[in-house]
């Protein structure tokens, strides 16, 4: 069985999504530190949290009762 075009671009960023929120905080959050501020590394912090996680429950592939 294939999987329609939409259906793949999906699983793929389903895959991606725990990455790109690591890799945000890592990157992100040090550089906002350096270059900015402490405050705006904080809220930074927050919103890339809250951002990710709505996506990660949105995304979730939850098995079927």
Do not use: N
Request: net charge positive; proline share 6%; charged share 10%.
């Amino acid at each position: 069985m294939t999987s329609s075009s939409p259906r793949r671009g999906l699983r793929i960023f389903v895959a991606i999504t725990p990455v790109l929120g690591a890799v945000s905080f890592a990157l992100l959050i040090p550089l906002l530190i350096v270059h900015v501020s402490l405050q705006a590394a904080v809220g930074a912090a927050v919103a890339i949290g809250c951002l990710w996680f709505a996506l990660m429950l949105r995304t979730s592939e939850m098995p079927g009762h």
